[in-house]
């Protein structure tokens, strides 16, 4: 009597978790959007991640009555299809001529909407707001103190819900006058918001720096500006954080530009290639550079725009930034998954094997070949094993993956482990598949052929099909003696699993039953085949019965 053998089901799920904050690998290249429309969103694609580039960013709004969570997630997975970088800014809402002020109580609101989301990388760009140092910007009249209380519970509410928040201040409008209450002077305001927050805390819950390193005065001014006010704004503003204490803060260049209709747009184009290539790009501070803007048809922002009126056409700015070369990006993602499988832990030699297994992705990554991800085993040479192409898995899906293994003349115990590797790194890893390699079993087959008792012929065949109904053992050669014939050896079995075994002879109808195989010898018994199939096609049919009569040989068979 065949013994129940026992199955172990394996399911892991292994979260690897890259450490930097910010990938050192980096393509800096971006473009800041009005909107998230797909047309948009490929030509930011085709600008930033041109000419040998990856994962570059782009630079999004969400007002607080946008705050719609399929919209945005669906936005969220297109820009991981194409490898784009999102940096959020927050918006209140427009009231009148002014963009309402936020108050702390939209924090939970605002925590809860950007937590539920899945984002494209580990790090989750935030920019609290934007240039609060203008009236118009914060409610009607500039007030630091209120910006850096608000700022405050921000960042210490996305801190709270998750680590992986990277907040940054709304930029300043480094050439505002100081002229309360319309306008503060950015340094003024810097000093202040610091001092109310306090140093320490400033350094706790902010990451980087949002710079709108403007080429003034008048958004004309030199690619090879210095200070404040011009496309190096950014060192004006680390070195007073410096002056204050702030650590050193990755810069992230979130509006930058010329007026396209003050200066040719030949002149913009070449401005910028010059603070790419001088500036920009050599300055290991700065992570990214998000020009403003893509795509703005209508005043006041069209002389920023870089596709043209009717939005079909670009200006040669785009085309010049395309054709730049860029970097392949690695940024930090967030994987974790599971191999689930229910596979035997014995197993026969000389054999090859065919299992399934599930590979789940819970994580941030599409799994893709072209993304250099694919499935590897421990424990046994890669030249006896292959697996099905791992296609595109992406988060929350769940894709079937095919293993076919050789074993060889090796008896005992042996232990595998399935692997996802992305290049060299292993990203998600499996319990031990813990097994036992063990000789060929052997197996009796009883059977007749109608209508004698016992048979001694031969021209037997003896198929096995597995769970997955794939042929894997084949014995043409079998010849009965009273009834029984040994089959000494019977590769490419899992023990313990169940096969449907097909008997075959020709001009009887096959007969078929099930076997789960154990050690040693086992036992198949078959119904007495009968002699029905006279045109040898595997069934009964009209044709069987006119041959029956037809042929003295049939005849024969059924009357001995």
């Given at each position: 009597?065949?013994?129940?053998?026992?199955?172990?089901?394996?399911?892991?799920?292994?979260?690897?978790?890259?450490?930097p904050?910010?990938?050192?690998?980096?393509?800096?290249?971006?473009?800041?959007?009005?909107?998230?429309?797909?047309?948009d969103?490929?030509?930011?694609?085709?600008?930033v991640?041109s000419?040998?580039?990856s994962?570059?960013?782009?630079?999004?709004?969400?007002?607080?009555?946008?705050?719609?969570?399929?919209?945005?997630?669906?936005?969220?997975?297109?820009?991981?299809?194409?490898?784009?970088?999102?940096?959020?800014?927050?918006?209140?809402?427009?009231?009148?001529?002014?963009?309402?002020?936020?108050?702390?109580?939209d924090?939970?609101?605002?925590?809860?909407?950007?937590?539920?989301?899945?984002?494209?990388?580990?790090?989750?760009?935030?920019?609290?707001?934007?240039?609060?140092?203008?009236?118009?910007?914060?409610?009607?009249?500039?007030?630091?103190k209120?910006?850096?209380?608000i700022?405050?519970?921000?960042?210490?509410?996305?801190?709270?819900?998750?680590g992986?928040?990277?907040i940054?201040?709304?930029?300043?409008?480094?050439?505002?006058?100081?002229a309360?209450?319309?306008?503060?002077?950015?340094?003024?305001?810097?000093?202040?918001v610091?001092?109310?927050?306090?140093?320490?805390?400033?350094?706790?819950?902010?990451?980087?720096?949002?710079?709108?390193?403007?080429?003034?005065?008048?958004?004309?001014?030199?690619?090879?500006?210095?200070?404040?006010?011009?496309?190096?704004?950014?060192?004006?503003?680390?070195?007073?954080?410096?002056?204050?204490?702030?650590?050193?803060?990755?810069?992230?260049?979130t509006?930058?530009?010329?007026?396209?209709?003050?200066?040719?747009?030949?002149?913009?184009?070449?401005?910028?290639?010059?603070?790419?290539?001088?500036?920009?790009?050599?300055?290991?501070?700065?992570?990214a550079?998000?020009?403003?803007?893509?795509?703005?048809?209508v005043?006041?922002?069209?002389?920023?725009?870089?596709?043209?009126?009717?939005?079909?056409?670009v200006?040669?700015?785009?085309?010049l930034?395309?054709?730049?070369?860029?970097?392949?990006?690695?940024?930090?993602?967030?994987?974790?998954?599971s191999?689930?499988?229910?596979?035997?832990?014995?197993?026969?030699?000389?054999?090859?094997?065919?299992?399934?297994?599930?590979?789940?992705?819970?994580?941030?990554?599409?799994?893709?070949?072209?993304?250099?991800?694919?499935?590897?085993?421990?424990?046994?040479?890669?030249?006896?094993?292959?697996?099905?192409?791992?296609?595109?898995?992406?988060?929350?899906?769940?894709?079937?993956?095919?293993?076919?293994?050789?074993?060889?003349?090796?008896?005992?115990?042996?232990?595998?482990?399935?692997?996802?590797?992305?290049?060299?790194?292993?990203?998600?890893?499996?319990?031990?598949w813990?097994?036992?390699?063990?000789?060929?079993?052997?197996?009796?087959?009883?059977?007749?052929?109608?209508?004698?008792?016992?048979?001694?012929?031969?021209?037997?065949?003896l198929?096995?099909?597995?769970?997955?109904?794939?042929?894997?053992?084949?014995?043409?050669?079998?010849?009965?003696?009273?009834?029984?014939?040994?089959?000494?050896?019977?590769?490419?079995?899992?023990?313990?699993?169940?096969?449907?075994a097909?008997?075959?002879?020709?001009?009887?109808?096959?007969?078929?039953?099930?076997?789960?195989?154990?050690?040693?010898t086992?036992?198949?018994i078959?119904?007495?085949?009968?002699?029905?199939?006279?045109?040898?096609?595997?069934?009964?049919?009209?044709?069987?019965?006119?041959?029956?009569?037809?042929?003295?040989?049939?005849?024969?068979?059924?009357?001995p």
């Amino acid at each position: 009597m065949n013994k129940l053998l026992v199955f172990v089901l394996f399911s892991i799920v292994l979260l690897l978790c890259h450490v930097p904050a910010v990938s050192a690998q980096n393509n800096k290249y971006g473009i800041h959007v009005a909107t998230v429309d797909d047309l948009d969103l490929q030509k930011a694609d085709e600008l930033v991640n041109s000419n040998g580039g990856s994962w570059g960013y782009i630079t999004v709004v969400i007002q607080e009555n946008d705050r719609d969570l399929n919209k945005w997630q669906g936005v969220f997975e297109k820009l991981r299809e194409k490898r784009l970088i999102p940096i959020v800014r927050l918006a209140t809402k427009p009231a009148g001529s002014n963009w309402e002020r936020p108050d702390s109580t939209d924090v939970q609101d605002w925590v809860q909407f950007l937590n539920k989301l899945k984002w494209v990388v580990k790090d989750r760009y935030i920019i609290l707001f934007n240039e609060p140092n203008h009236a118009t910007e914060w409610g009607g009249s500039v007030d630091s103190k209120s910006f850096a209380e608000i700022n405050e519970a921000f960042a210490r509410g996305l801190k709270d819900a998750n680590g992986d928040f990277y907040i940054m201040l709304g930029g300043m409008d480094a050439s505002a006058p100081s002229a309360l209450p319309r306008y503060q002077d950015a340094g003024i305001y810097l000093r202040q918001v610091v001092e109310i927050i306090g140093v320490e805390d400033f350094n706790k819950y902010f990451d980087g720096l949002s710079s709108h390193s403007y080429p003034n005065p008048a958004f004309r001014g030199s690619p090879l500006g210095t200070g404040k006010g011009s496309v190096r704004t950014y060192e004006w503003e680390l070195s007073l954080l410096n002056e204050l204490g702030v650590k050193e803060l990755p810069v992230f260049i979130t509006e930058t530009g010329w007026d396209g209709d003050a200066l040719s747009r030949e002149e913009v184009a070449e401005n910028f290639r010059i603070a790419y290539q001088t500036l920009w790009l050599p300055d290991n501070r700065v992570k990214a550079v998000t020009p403003f803007i893509l795509n703005y048809q209508v005043e006041p922002f069209l002389k920023f725009s870089w596709v043209k009126p009717g939005g079909s056409e670009v200006f040669p700015e785009y085309e010049l930034v395309k054709n730049l070369p860029k970097e392949a990006g690695r940024p930090a993602i967030r994987q974790s998954g599971s191999f689930t499988y229910d596979l035997p832990r014995e197993i026969v030699a000389e054999s090859t094997y065919h299992f399934e297994l599930k590979l789940q992705n819970t994580g941030q990554a599409i799994w893709s070949v072209e993304d250099d991800y694919q499935i590897k085993l421990t424990g046994i040479p890669e030249t006896r094993y292959l697996t099905s192409p791992l296609g595109h898995v992406k988060p929350s899906q769940t894709r079937t993956i095919d293993i076919y293994i050789t074993t060889l003349d090796e008896i005992g115990p042996t232990e595998l482990k399935f692997y996802l590797y992305r290049g060299e790194e292993a990203v998600l890893a499996s319990q031990p598949w813990k097994i036992t390699v063990v000789p060929l079993p052997a197996l009796d087959v009883q059977a007749s052929l109608f209508p004698k008792f016992t048979t001694t012929d031969d021209g037997f065949e003896l198929q096995l099909f597995d769970e997955y109904d794939e042929l894997v053992y084949k014995n043409a050669g079998i010849r009965l003696e009273r009834g029984i014939a040994t089959i000494d050896k019977v590769e490419n079995i899992a023990l313990g699993k169940k096969y449907r075994a097909v008997l075959l002879k020709d001009h009887y109808l096959p007969r078929q039953t099930h076997i789960t195989f154990t050690k040693g010898t086992n036992t198949i018994i078959f119904e007495s085949m009968l002699p029905f199939d006279f045109n040898s096609d595997g069934k009964l049919g009209w044709e069987d019965i006119s041959g029956m009569f037809s042929d003295a040989g049939n005849l024969r068979r059924l009357f001995p």
